[in-house]
């Protein structure tokens, strides 16, 4: 009888689990395909069928959220106590708990620290300082966040400061065999290069004399210990990797060297799904891996558990336009269920407003069975949030951006961790000028420039200059701080003496509390100390929540288990002398007089170097915390945003997933990015986002949008209007009208319980009562879902009328008052505006909605004069444009320029309507009042005109100079019970 944990494999999965252990395998899955449940099964497989141990099995992921859920099924499989045993975790983790045992076999010391991004920021701005004069004279700009990101690509291609400074001046091929091409980001001008170069080397310089590593270096000297060192990784008998089509050079070295022992393999990932080039990943890492391990395997998961048939029909044909793609498709065992939605909008302002919306209007019709929490919005970039926002607000609708601040990066939570930085590692700098003043000690930037200076003097940490100062064992500084610095010193000692006792880091944070009256402190100095100081008690829940994993790693590390040392620790040790009793060696006449200190100082130095690499409480709590770069904010953010609408990037939300996903701007310019180098990473980028969806999925765009203050005109993506042109049926522009049927095809999907009817009835009564679309006003499912029935019959305007359109298929229009022509329509969408030329005569094509509707706003297209007047599809126009229905309308512009728009807002319910022409007040500029006497009025002096129907009203605006001294204006009403113009 087969295992439980191969049980509702399907039989793509089940090959993969049962693969051979012995041949290298890629996992190739596609999104929803169920690769984490592949993966933990195989590790189960892997222990209860081939009998590996769970400590020789190495399980990589990419973040600590993934890592804990892989952790949370395995134990489900194999029972928490084998699970804790398989090394799980990031590739950074990873490497930071080997350095933390191998420290000195790449010239470490075990107590480094890990700098933040942060931290590091504030380091390249030192370093930069220097450079500033220079830039100023060539007019030059350099930022640190430049140099960090090309420090960063240089590391994680393996290259060192000099290079980086080869590659970088030379354009010379990279050093390493089988590295990718230079990034192009890195060329920069020439003396940017060098003196990016030359900050580099001396920014590890100081990483080291400080004794610390940033996240990259975790992997470089991750990589030279495992390259370096085999019998550091004769432990492991077989790798895991997930999201393998993330990992950049270095991962995969790493990779590599720890899988040569075993040559034992298995990588999960999606080529597909590679959108992470920026970040330097090489999706070209599958093919090399096929080069080093040739017998590799590769298994296709291709069933989707996530979306429906129509959400993944339309997403599939997006990514399969890049034809160097790996062939393969998706299909799922849910039915098609609602078309994707894809909207075309005038203006972002109403595009927004249509999102916030249709969001309220899908709550309301699936009778709440979609919450709030249900919702993503997701953005290309962060910038386009502030609209989305604002759109929401006002609809009072609830929402989260995700990756919001972090709560590792708030300010209450770097000072805490920097005094038990300081206290595991004394030389690390950026801790100890953080905190050397807090709380306030009224000691300045030049006094902790003068502890600094001091410190390299003696060749001394500074914390040890600060003890002696205090000690009185070597001179004050000028001003004075002996006095000043009781507080400081007193405190690390004594947290200092409970580090190493082995006391939890919870109990060591609140012990660091009282000592530095760090409330006092912040009730002191933050107007919102209350929010900051729950942010210290959730870092003492965090610290309690890791001291339960505790145990069990430090036993592992200090155990010195043979598979994992390795003999050459013992060579190392055993050439150090014993430790003796130096003072009875000295009465006793066997060694000379005043050797003994030194020799007692070099037992000493044994002694601190051995508590160096003894891994304690304190030091892999620091590293935890520093390594939870994906904890977003407290855990109570967690409960809200189950009822909060989500904003996030299309990066942030790889790996997650929503009922109803809105994607808006689907524009050239934002998909893909004006900025991007790699058009199909893009194309992939916009394809993961898709997928995101399980029932409902919505594209958007604008024809204009403001860009730098200016409004610009924009269109539809090539990434879809490829599409829609090679299969119209793919989209609608129909918004779902969320019947029986369609929620109960939603509730199946979503394995969710279907809401009662009399319930649905009820909301969506209320919606109705209380809320109203924008971009159509009310009972807006029946407006879209039930168009007029079209007449092929052209209709022609009159020469100088400003109106509603009609329900024609075919549009006519000569003008001879105007330059540019605005179409409204009987939803009151804003719709278009057509330029036109004095003095020429030519016909052009307008977009119409597939339901014709309404106008799409986009750029007119001008043909040859030698086209007839428009008629339904004349030789030679194109029946659509970006998958958008085209039809044609003749227009006529005249020598005089003139711009009469007219808006019709709506139809009146109550109407009051002159039935003959109608005299305006000559003294008036605006009358909103009904109009109830006919006759004729000069109207030279007015700019505009308002009139008033009932409730309702109309606008029409003369601009400029298109009235002229004693024009007449006559407005007359027309159209039927279903649209309504006016004549002018």
Known sequence: MSAHYLQNLNPAQLRSVEHPANIPLQILAGPGSGKTKVLTSRIAHLIAHHALPPSSICAVTFTNKAAGEMRARLATLIGEERTSQVRMGTFHALCAAFLRRHARRVGLEGNFTVCDADESKKLVAKLLKPYKEVLAESNLTLKEGTVLSMMSKAKAKGYTAGDALRIWTEWKAPPRAGASKVDPDMFLPEDLKRIVAWIYKEYEKTLRDTNSLDFDDLLLFGVKLFGEHKKVATWCRHVLVDEFQDTNTMQYDLMRHIAAPSRCVT???????????????????????????????????????????????????IVSQDKTRIPKTLHTTHPAGPQPVL???????????????????????????????????????????????????????????L??????????????????????????????????????????????????????????????????????????????????LGPFVEALRTLRKLANEGTAPSKLIRCLLALVKYEDHLRKTQPDWQSRWDNVLELINFASEVEGGLVDQISASNGLEDEDRGVDDEEEWDNEPEELDWEELEDEGLVEAGKAPAAKAKGKAKETRAINDRDTP????????????????????????KDKVTIATCHAAKGLEWPVVMIPAVEPGVFPSSRADDIEEERRLLYVACTRAQGLLYLSHSTSRMFLGEVKPAGLSEFVSAVVLQNKHLFTERLPALSRHDRTLLAKVLQRTLPDESEVSRQIAEYKRTAKHPAWGDNAVFAVNKPRPQSSEPWTFPSSFQGALPDRSNL???LDVATSVTFSTVKDTF?????????????????LSQSHDRVVNAPAIHLPRSYPSAVAGP????SSINGITMKSINITAPTSPATVPLRVRDKPKSTVMPTTPTTLPSSSVTSSSPIVSPGRKNLAPLASVKLAGGKRRLDTCCKGACLTANAQIELKPIGDDNWLGYKL
């Open 875 to 878: 030789s030679g126009i194109p």
């Open 812 to 814: 006519a229009l000569n």
């Open 831 to 847: 719709a278009g505006s057509v330029p036109l030329q004095p003095d020429r005569t030519r016909q052009c094509v307008m977009p």
């Open 403 to 484: 990756a919001g601040h972090r709560f590792f990066e708030r300010m209450e939570i770097k000072d805490l961790l920097a005094y038990l930085q300081l206290v595991d590692n004394p030389h690390f700098l950026p801790a100890f000028s953080r905190i050397i003043n807090v709380p306030g000690r009224t000691i300045g930037e030049k006094t902790v420039s003068e502890l600094l200076l001091r410190a390299e003097e003696l060749k001394l940490s500074p914390v040890e200059v600060t003890e002696r100062i205090y000690d009185g064992k070597v001179p004050d500084i000028k001003p004075p701080v002996k006095r000043k």
């Open 267 to 317: 990588v999960v990932g999606d080529p597909d799904q590679s959108i992470y080039g920026w970040r330097s990943a090489e999706i070209q890492n599958l093919a090399h891996m096929q080069r080093d391990f040739p017998s590799t395997v590769q298994i296709f998961l291709e069933q989707n558990y996530r979306s429906t048939a129509s959400i993944l029909a339309a997403s599939v044909a």
């Open 343 to 401: 909207y075309s909008f005038p203006m972002d302002q109403i595009e927004v407003s249509f999102i916030a919306a249709e969001i309220k209007r899908l709550v309301a019709y699936t009778g709440g069975m979609l919450g709030w929490g249900d919702f993503v919005v997701l953005l290309r970039y962060n910038s386009l949030s502030r609209g989305i926002e604002n759109a929401l607000r006002k609809e009072g609708i609830p929402n989260r951006v």
């Open 618 to 641: 304190l030091r892999l709590f620091l590293q935890a915390s520093m390594l939870s770069t994906d904890t977003e904010t407290e855990k109570n953010d967690d409960k809200d945003s």
